[in-house]
């Protein structure tokens, strides 16, 4: 069975890959989840270079939070339920990274302990599509939004591909 934190970062993946929804690229609609609405976006603005299929349907939605900031009051509790959010979350960057015994933030990224965030890469077409689901935990003095884990790949061979800032080092696990 899923810890609460992995259980949250499944059903936000799931909800943000399904909707009411009929054939069309994904990025092209807004998804409904228990969350608020979320606007995705084309993984490539241009033919990649390489072999990807299907490339023009795969579809990124990236920063999306799945817990509640972890600073003040929660930076050493367990992560807390993710607020709800009024207005369309616009999943076009990647969520902040979170601070750990290494510092990142060289390469422009934004550290910050408001950093739960999941990132879905999706060549779905519809709601009704049964594709598989990777959630990839990328290595401890890593980042989510590092190229070596973009999930477009994956998802030019129709399976969901899912990865997402956690906290790591004192942050995290004491």
């Not at 050493?76 to 015994?101: E, K, M, V, Y």
């Not at 910050?112 to 401890?140: H, Q």
Request: glycine residues 8%; charged residues 15%.
């Amino acid at each position: 069975m899923l810890s609460w934190p992995n259980r949250n970062i499944a059903s936000v993946a799931l909800l943000a890959a399904s909707g009411t929804l009929t054939s069309a690229a994904l990025y092209d609609h807004t998804i409904s989840t228990k969350y608020g609405e979320i606007q995705g976006y084309p993984s490539f603005n241009s033919t990649p270079k390489g072999n990807l299929t299907n490339w023009q349907n795969i579809a990124v939605w990236k920063g999306i939070p799945f817990a509640a900031s972890t600073a003040g009051e929660n930076r050493w509790r367990a992560p807390q339920p993710a607020p709800h959010w009024n207005s369309t979350l616009d999943a076009s960057a990647f969520g902040p990274i979170c601070p750990a015994t290494k510092s990142f933030g060289g390469n422009g990224e934004d550290v910050d302990e408001d950093c739960l965030s999941l990132n879905i890469w999706s060549a779905a077409r519809s709601s009704n599509d049964k594709l598989p689901v990777v959630m990839w935990s990328t290595p401890a003095e890593s980042t989510a939004s590092d190229a070596l884990f973009d999930g477009s790949g994956m998802a030019s061979q129709n399976v969901v591909f899912v990865n997402y800032n956690y906290r790591t080092g004192a942050f995290g696990w004491m």
